[in-house]
């Protein structure tokens, strides 16, 4: 009988983040002001929309940054999360693969985004705020966010893309539950949101409006602030307790993991759980070592984008960032996977993929849902949507084991149950979920209005 589960306790829990800055060899270029399309070469200037605490965090280049006792605290609540064998998956895939799993659904909002939710409302009470806007696709972030501002006592605004806000109203209830405020977007609460229903008011709206929306909000309200649940550098590193976990959690198994796979909206569970182990690849300890990050195919970024200067936001309010984007203008189809519909990704994992040291797949979303039926199956676990892509990634590399006969392992990051998500897992046992046909032409026209950065 192979062991199936490994907890730590809560002692074991991570003291420190990890920054992966510090050991890049090639870091990503610096961001550029939004509108001069000059270096921001310091903590920005105008307007300053994160807590100061994060901004210094975003530039920071210390390999190891203390988390606050607080914030482990609060961590406590459900930290450290359990990693499991899928041993019974294994014999469901007659696969001679070891696959593991750290399993990220039992924070209270169900996913991994509470590890930076709490850490930002702890920064940002820390400034005496009032409280938070931000965005959410699928409504993880927006719920992660909704627990974390109650619990320190801040206020929360919510804007909810469009599509989510009708194919998950629950998502919406346990928001309100925690006390946030939630409006779909685009909104007519902000001029960016009138703006785009103007011009669309069919419009089912998308992750890049949305921030748009956010950012206005906190830039025009004394006292609130932005928060943000993926793709910048301070949110990466809030999720590597995921990893540091993990690397104690595998030793207790006896075994390294020969590839580690996570899905990627804007990259911060998967990191969460790659950078930790990335850095024996980066020291030269590990250099066989493979990350993988799967996306939609709806969206995709690293696999179809190009990688160039891009707004992080649909109206440009935000830095210039170096990535693999198909466009702040791009829309994605309304696959079920909300949250992995944002148009560019994370600055250092598009680095890392340049260089040829990450690598990353797209899925569709069938295909996806196969794989996540298979899973909950043998496992139980019923994943959130953008945790199926994972799946699938783990599925297929589980089969090739199966092909050549290697016995690899595999670890990859469970970042979230599927318990509000079961619209979707009916529409698939109907068979009502489609593959949506990539609109290229829709991405070559969205690459066209990227910003022009002189060389
Ligand atoms: C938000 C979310 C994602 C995608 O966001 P990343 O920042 O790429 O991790 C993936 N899985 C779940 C469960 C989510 O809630």
Redesign the pocket.
């Known amino acids: 009988m192979p062991q199936y589960k490994y907890v730590l306790e809560e002692k074991d829990l991570p003291t420190q983040w990890y920054n992966v800055l510090a050991d890049m060899k090639t870091p990503p270029p610096h961001y550029l002001h939004p509108g001069t399309l000059e270096e921001m070469l310091d903590p920005p200037i105008p307007p300053p929309v994160f807590p100061m605490a994060l901004i210094e965090q975003e530039f920071s280049q210390e390999r190891w940054i203390e988390i606050p006792d607080e914030v482990q605290d609060v961590l406590k609540m459900w930290r450290p999360s359990p990693l499991y064998r899928a041993a019974r998956w294994e014999k469901a895939l007659d696969t001679p693969a070891k696959i593991y799993y750290k399993w ?2 039992v924070s209270p909002p ?4 509470p590890n930076t939710a709490v850490a930002q409302c702890y920064y940002a009470k820390e400034e005496g705020l009032e409280g938070f806007a931000t965005e959410t ?2 409504g ?2 927006g719920s ?1 966010l909704c627990f974390a501002t109650r619990l320190f006592d801040l206020k929360c605004k919510v804007f909810m893309v469009t599509i989510s806000y009708h194919q998950k109203p629950y998502r919406r209830i346990a928001m309100e539950t925690w006390g946030g405020n939630v409006v779909p977007s685009p909104s007519s609460e902000t001029k960016a949101g009138r703006d785009i229903l103007a011009v669309d008011p069919e419009t089912t709206g998308s992750l890049g409006i949305a921030i748009s929306e956010a950012l206005e909000y906190a830039v025009t309200h004394d006292g609130w602030k932005y928060s943000i ?3 910048v550098n301070f ?2 590193m809030h ?1 590597t307790v995921i990893g540091m976990e993990a690397r104690k959690q595998m030793e207790m198994a006896g075994d390294y993991p020969d590839i580690i796979i ?11 759980l790659i950078y930790p182990f990335l850095k024996d690849k980066l020291d030269g300890t590990k250099p066989d070592l493979r990350a993988m ?1 799967v996306e939609s195919t709806a969206c995709p970024s690293m696999t179809k984008g190009i990688y160039a200067y891009d707004w992080g936001d649909t109206a440009k309010t935000g830095p210039v960032v170096m990535m693999h984007t198909v466009g702040h203008d791009f829309i994605p189809a309304p696959v079920h ?4 519909r ?1 148009h560019g ?2 600055s250092t994992i598009c680095r890392l993929l340049e260089d040829g040291i990450v690598e990353a797949r797209a899925y569709h979303q069938v295909e996806v849902f196969d794989a996540a039926m298979s899973f909950a199956q043998a496992e139980g676990f019923i ?5 199926a ?2 799946v699938k990634a783990v599925y297929d590399e589980a089969l090739a084991c199966k092909e050549s006969g290697e016995s690899k392992v595999i670890l990859w ?1 469970n ?4 318990v509000f998500d079961l619209g979707a897992y009916d529409a698939y046992h109907r068979k009502e979920l489609t593959d949506y046909k990539l609109d290229t032409a829709a991405i070559e026209k969205a690459l066209a209005e990227l910003p022009k950065v002189p060389a």
Do not use: D
């Open positions: 990220e659904g169900g996913s991994h985004k696709g699928a993880q972030w992660a649940g993926s793709v949110v990466l999720q996570g899905c990627a909206g804007g990259g911060s569970n998967a990191s969460g990050y996977a909300g949250g992995l944002y990704m994370a994943v959130a949507p953008e945790t892509h994972a990051n970042s979230g149950h599927g």
